[in-house]
């Protein structure tokens, strides 16, 4: 049985190596073929020449082929080299580090925010199957899923920052104050934008594993051997609801923590997010790339991480 | 003593009625089978009984005579109430074992709630009690069971285990409803002698829900056979084999696969034609437009009544038929 495990683990490893590889290729390759380039910032500047245009090249290894650039740059990488930014010259790892805690903190967040809401408004449709209730939660959940985040966002700075000043409109804390009370009022709103917006994706997965669970046999014996009805949706109905949830937010978790693009732009929230569009921006290739490939290396930690928990905590998958 | 009375029971589903005035009684530790081909109402009469129809009007009533002497409406009690009878008074196994217990869970875990919920049983004297049970069901080993998922386990063991958690509230009367239909024939045999040992143990009644008469006549005292949602013939079963009174009885009787038709050359008579659907029954015998015996007066203009046609003062042998005196002859 372990054995088993661990070979399934081997193998998942052998193939995610595999994968980082041709994401590191392809992202490498599409960067360098963007028109444009690192070297557009400083030809702009006053006073600038060719000649000096190249040695900047050369100081930053932009005149070698670009395989040798690519070869070089993914040695780098498995060195824990992940290169320094050509804005402020810092190392990659730690500028992405830096950012980490903020896109852990929204993304969590908004995470228990959409998971709870989910869970709620998917058991109620499926414990009220084809009642007015029912069709109100899918209605709510269209509602929601076709917010823009943009501009759920911008209306939620308008009315409960703009106009009422309950909550800062942006940024991580206020300058000075460190308390928690602080930040928590700088997370609520871009969580909760965040997080309403994907309270009808978990919603439709739970609304439809729940669902199949009451309709099968086992719920009905349990109804006839009088157990009540609360013990049966919280001993049989949500841990089956709950056991298929676990690889799907393997999947999504790491979308989550590699930085919520849009949130994090409208709410100037200084997550991964912002860094990665911030790069591309400004031709950062080196922290672009570093973004991406801490990314990919995200996803494939998220979605083995998720098996091997989904193997451990569903007993028909131990046999 | 009588253990359950049925009357009048009713069920609909905002249409004509599925199961349509279907009465009768049993006594204490009797065994009933309910016969019927699909779509008799024997399912959903029994569901009814069982308050697990989910939408759908339940009519008339369905006293049940409790241990303690109180008696209790199956037909109509609260859904509350209801919770307290199920599990301890009634309980009620199904066809398909494979999905009748939770998969997630261990055979333990879920004994143990039905321990905790019927006998107030936790911790070392739940698992003691559970061992006993499944002892008592037949499993060799229920020490390891205990410890198992369901997909460990055999058709024919994952029954006894929903038998044992269906008898741990030790009620008077366990509603089975085809329990043996999924099982191979072997372990049918086994089951069935299982069910009737409890029976002579705890003196639990038992409506057995079946379309297979072999199966019924291996086990029951009494045969009730349901057609389009009414009783056609009630029956002592020994009665009832010797010499049906019903034509709908004899040829269900005459198409049931018995040694003789396996091994002989006899081919195996069929029942022409199917179980009218509930919007297509006519205002005579509704086994009328199927019946061999069958003369347009009074079978087609008239609803026979159901007559009780034994001897003796005591003894019930009910049958619909208006024509069952000439048939007799």
């Given at each position: 049985m372990a054995e088993g495990m661990l070979a399934f683990a081997a193998r998942r490893a052998g193939v995610n190596v595999l994968l980082l590889l041709l994401v590191s290729l392809t992202g490498f390759m599409l960067l360098h073929a963007t028109p444009g380039g690192p070297l557009a910032q400083f030809s702009l500047s006053p006073g600038m020449t060719s000649e000096r245009l190249n040695q900047i090249a050369h100081s930053m290894g932009l005149d070698q082929p670009l395989w040798l650039q690519y070869v070089e740059w993914l040695g780098g990488l498995l060195k824990g080299d992940w290169g320094h930014s050509y804005r402020d010259h810092a190392p990659v790892l730690s500028i992405i580090v830096a950012h980490l805690g903020a896109t852990v903190e929204l993304g969590l967040a908004s995470l228990v925010i959409s998971f709870l809401g989910g869970l709620a408004m998917g058991l109620v449709g499926a414990l009220r199957a084809g009642q007015a209730i029912d069709s109100l939660c899918s209605l709510v959940g269209v509602i929601l899923l076709s917010l823009p985040t943009f501009w759920l966002g911008l209306v939620f700075i308008y009315f409960l920052s703009v106009r009422t000043g309950w909550f800062p409109a942006g940024g991580l804390m206020s300058p000075g104050n460190a308390s928690p009370v602080d930040r928590l009022r700088h997370l609520a709103l871009p969580a909760l934008t965040l997080g309403l917006v994907s309270i009808p994706?978990?919603?439709?997965?739970?609304?439809?594993?729940?669902?199949?669970?009451?309709?099968?046999?086992?719920?009905?014996?349990?109804?006839?051997?009088?157990?009540?009805?609360?013990?049966?949706?919280?001993?049989?109905?949500?841990?089956?609801?709950?056991?298929?949830?676990?690889?799907?937010?393997?999947?999504?978790?790491?979308?989550?923590?590699?930085?919520?693009?849009?949130?994090?732009?409208?709410?100037?929230w200084p997550g991964v997010g912002r860094l990665f569009l911030d790069s591309l921006q400004y031709r950062d290739y080196p922290v672009a790339l570093g973004v991406l490939m801490f990314s990919a290396v995200l996803v494939l930690i998220c979605s083995l991480a998720a098996e091997l928990l989904h193997h451990a905590a569903d007993p028909r998958l131990r046999a | 003593m009588t253990l359950l009375s049925v009357r009048d029971l009713g069920v609909d589903f905002g249409g004509p009625p599925i199961v349509d005035g279907v009465s009768f009684s049993m006594k204490r530790g009797e065994i009933v089978a309910l016969v019927g081909e699909s779509g008799s109402g024997k399912s959903v009469a029994s569901l009814a009984l069982m308050g697990l129809l989910g939408r759908g009007n339940v009519t008339g009533s369905a006293m049940l005579r409790l241990n303690d002497g109180r008696e209790t409406d199956l037909a109509r009690i609260s859904s509350r109430e209801r919770r307290g009878v199920l599990g301890r008074h009634v309980s009620m196994i199904f066809q398909d074992p494979l999905s009748s217990l939770d998969p997630i869970q261990t055979i333990g875990a879920q004994m143990r709630e039905v321990l905790a919920l019927h006998c107030g049983l936790l911790g070392r004297k739940a698992e003691a009690r559970?061992?006993?049970?499944?002892?008592?069901?037949?499993?060799?080993?229920p020490q390891a069971c205990l410890k198992l998922i369901p997909q460990r386990l055999s058709g024919g063991m994952r029954q006894r285990v929903l038998i044992a958690m269906a008898i741990a509230g030790e009620p008077e009367l366990l509603l089975a409803d085809e329990p043996t239909t999924a099982l191979d024939v072997t372990v049918q045999a086994q089951v069935l002698r299982l069910l009737l040992s409890l029976r002579a143990r705890s003196g639990m009644g038992m409506i057995f829900i079946t379309h297979n008469l072999a199966v019924a006549s291996s086990i029951t005292d009494r045969v009730i056979v349901l057609y389009a949602g009414q009783v056609v013939e009630d029956a002592p079963a020994d009665a009832f084999f010797a010499a049906p009174a019903m034509p709908y009885s004899k040829a269900l009787l005459g198409a049931a696969p018995g040694i003789d038709s396996v091994f002989g050359a006899r081919r195996l008579p069929t029942l022409r034609g199917q179980v009218p659907a509930p919007g297509e029954r006519g205002v005579g015998c509704r086994f009328a437009p199927r019946c061999d015996a069958m003369r347009p007066t009074p079978c087609q203009t008239q609803m026979p009544d159901l007559q009780n046609i034994a001897d003796g003062e005591n003894e019930v042998h009910a049958v619909r038929c208006g024509r069952w005196e000439e048939l007799a002859r």
């Open positions: 994706v978990w919603g439709a997965y739970v609304r439809s594993f729940a669902g199949d669970t009451l309709n099968q046999d086992h719920i009905r014996t349990a109804r006839a051997l009088g157990v009540p009805g609360w013990r049966i949706v919280l001993r049989r109905v949500l841990p089956a609801s709950l056991l298929p949830l676990i690889p799907i937010a393997g999947v999504y978790l790491p979308t989550l923590l590699s930085g919520a693009l849009v949130t994090e732009t409208v709410f100037t | 559970a061992v006993e049970l499944l002892h008592e069901v037949g499993i060799v080993d």
